[in-house]
């Protein structure tokens, strides 16, 4: 979706509910909002190398899906 382009409600859920399925599927946390899509999630200091992991696939997974 080209950024600053306008959807109403429905489109955007509908829009936003595949990239919700794939995000939670890599186990990552998501905060969707207008035009902003955040991944987080949280670790102890030892589960650094997990994480950046889990968010580098989660990132190429929706890059793929909507490429």
Excluded: W
Aim: charge should be negative; include cysteine; charged fraction near 25%.
């Amino acid at each position: 979706m080209p950024q600053g382009s306008v959807l109403g409600p429905v489109k955007f859920a509908a829009y936003t509910e595949d990239i919700v399925d794939l995000i939670e599927r890599q186990g990552v946390r998501s905060h969707l909002y207008a035009d902003d899509t955040q991944l987080y999630d949280r670790c102890k200091l030892d589960g650094m190398t997990e994480i950046q992991s889990r968010l580098s696939g989660c990132v190429s997974e929706v890059a793929d899906a909507y490429n």
